[in-house]
């Protein structure tokens, strides 16, 4: 299982952090790099969260999510929502979407979604999120490789 593990880091990944407000309205959060897209039309995105992930049930039990694509100098806030305790936003700054979910600013892209489908998979849940607004930003993303964040430089045109 750990051999499976670092082949799978050979595979470089951006670095998000998705949000949501939980059953009794406290905001929820976790670092993750398994987002991708998946139709243009309509627009859809994925993600994956761990069946052993304590803020599970909140993800699994709400309409609305923002997925948010990290900077390269969004580390910190990487690290933090990689926590697993319930003091996440504890000095975080963020506002509220019109459908109540925690906005993180700054980011380099922001996708606000309803869920469209979630899928078993094995010690995950897929999560297929219907993209209702995004916004985005030039500059360096955050990229996760080999275990380790890293940073790739300056943004392209």
Request: hydrophobic residues 40%; glycine residues 8%; charged residues 20%.
């Amino acid at each position: 299982m750990l051999a499976f593990r670092a082949c799978l880091g050979q595979f470089a990944t951006g670095v998000t952090v998705v949000t949501c407000s939980g059953a009794d309205g406290h905001p929820c959060g976790i670092t993750v790099n398994s987002f991708s897209s998946v139709s243009l039309e309509p627009p859809l995105v994925l993600w994956n969260i761990a069946k052993s992930s304590n803020s599970l049930r909140d993800f699994l039990n709400t309409k609305d999510f923002a997925i948010h694509i990290l900077t390269d100098d969004q580390m910190e806030l990487a690290l933090q929502f990689a926590k697993s305790d319930h003091t996440l936003f504890e000095n975080i700054e963020f506002r509220k979407s019109d459908a109540d979910v925690p906005i993180l600013p700054g980011c380099l892209a922001v996708f606000e979604c309803s869920t469209h489908q979630v899928h078993d998979a094995g010690d995950h849940h897929i999560i297929v999120g219907h993209v209702d607004r995004f916004s985005w930003d030039r500059a360096g993303p955050l990229l996760f490789f080999s275990g380790h964040y890293r940073q790739m430089g300056e943004p392209t045109d």
